[in-house]
């Protein structure tokens, strides 16, 4: 994969990466707080003419492709694998449309302290930040502990969803089911989420695509040893890509879900 883009593509990325807008100069450079380290002072310097970056701090620099394998400590290979997938899903951002905030995850921890929140945007566009402790936000979530979305409800539930996407976990809970998932998409499952499903009745239920159902499986694999027991459950009727929120939307119901999994009580 190449990292020739357009100027536009180029800044994009950059602020999908670190939640903030670059505002470049006359030769298309912007300085940016890097998400790599706690960056208080904008040390992230993106020449979208140049299409290159380097963070003063961490003394790194490169293209896109860099950047991916030094913000998710992986290989070419992966860096490039999720380069694919961020630009099948980029949206082109014009001035007629203008990104807006259509809703606010919180992820907080066992007694309810928020730890982050994610952002998801129309047109399609997820960031992540946390609390500068200022009435602030810091968009760097390094160094947050990872935990299941709507944790405390987990922790009391015998009976789970896991999902893949927020906006589907709560769906789910609006019908009264426990449900929960994970921050940054398919195929994101942290394996120590493990211990927070133990002796659980989990069911699994995957987006209508390759990823989505690798992501299930994923989900699957980590959980069998500890849950009492775990079930992936497709859903009929979906065209590519769509989710159990498309499903519900479709006229199914709360008792048809249930009945996919016999005998599970909530």
């Given at each position: 994969?190449?990292?020739?883009?357009?100027?536009?593509?180029?800044?994009?990325?950059?602020?999908?990466?670190?939640?903030?807008?670059?505002?470049?100069?006359?030769?298309?450079?912007?300085?940016?707080?890097?998400?790599?380290?706690?960056?208080?002072?904008?040390?992230?310097?993106?020449?979208?003419?140049?299409?290159?970056?380097?963070?003063?701090?961490?003394?790194?620099?490169?293209?896109?492709?860099?950047?991916?394998?030094?913000?998710?400590?992986?290989?070419?290979?992966?860096?490039?694998?999720?380069?694919?997938?961020?630009?099948?899903?980029?949206?082109?951002?014009?001035?007629?449309?203008?990104?807006?905030?259509?809703?606010?995850?919180?992820?907080?921890?066992?007694?309810?302290?928020?730890?982050?929140?994610?952002?998801?945007?129309?047109?399609?566009?997820?960031?992540?930040?946390?609390?500068?402790?200022?009435?602030?936000?810091?968009?760097?979530?390094?160094?947050?502990?990872?935990?299941?979305?709507?944790?405390?409800?987990?922790?009391?539930?015998?009976?789970?969803?896991?999902?893949?996407?927020?906006?589907?976990?709560?769906?789910?809970?609006?019908?009264?089911?426990?449900?929960?998932?994970?921050?940054?998409?398919?195929?994101?499952?942290?394996?120590?989420?493990?211990?927070?499903?133990?002796?659980?009745?989990?069911?699994?239920?995957?987006?209508?695509?390759?990823?989505?159902?690798?992501?299930?499986?994923?989900?699957?694999?980590?959980?069998?040893?500890?849950?009492?027991?775990?079930?992936?459950?497709?859903?009929?009727?979906?065209?590519?890509?769509?989710?159990?929120?498309?499903?519900?939307?479709?006229?199914?119901?709360?008792?048809?879900?249930?009945?996919?999994?016999?005998?599970?009580?909530v």
């Open positions: 994969m190449k990292d020739d883009l357009s100027e536009q593509k180029f800044l994009e990325y950059f602020e999908s990466r670190t939640g903030i807008r670059p505002r470049v100069n006359h030769k298309g450079e912007a300085m940016l707080r890097c998400p790599c380290h706690d960056d208080k002072n904008s040390s992230l310097a993106v020449n979208a003419k140049k299409q290159v970056w380097h963070c003063f701090a961490c003394n790194k620099g490169g293209g896109i492709t860099q950047f991916e394998m030094f913000l998710r400590k992986c290989d070419r290979a992966t860096a490039r694998r999720e380069l694919r997938a961020w630009f099948r899903g980029a949206p082109s951002r014009t001035e007629s449309s203008p990104r807006e905030i259509v809703a606010i995850y919180n992820y907080t921890d066992e007694d309810d302290v928020l730890l982050k929140q994610v952002l998801r945007y129309v047109p399609k566009h997820f960031s992540q930040r946390k609390s500068d402790g200022k009435g602030g936000w810091n968009w760097n979530v390094l160094g947050v502990r990872e935990v299941p979305y709507r944790l405390s409800e987990l922790i009391q539930s015998t009976a789970v969803f896991v999902t893949e996407g927020e906006k589907d976990a709560d769906g789910l809970r609006a019908l009264g089911l426990a449900a929960t998932t994970n921050s940054g998409g398919a195929g994101k499952w942290p394996k120590e989420f493990a211990s927070f499903f133990a002796a659980k009745t989990v069911v699994v239920v995957p987006d209508n695509d390759d990823i989505g159902r690798g992501h299930a499986e994923q989900v699957a694999r980590n959980l069998h040893a500890v849950a009492a027991s775990v079930k992936v459950v497709h859903l009929e009727g979906l065209m590519p890509k769509e989710d159990v929120s498309d499903w519900l939307n479709k006229g199914h119901t709360k008792e048809e879900l249930l009945n996919k999994w016999e005998g599970l009580e």
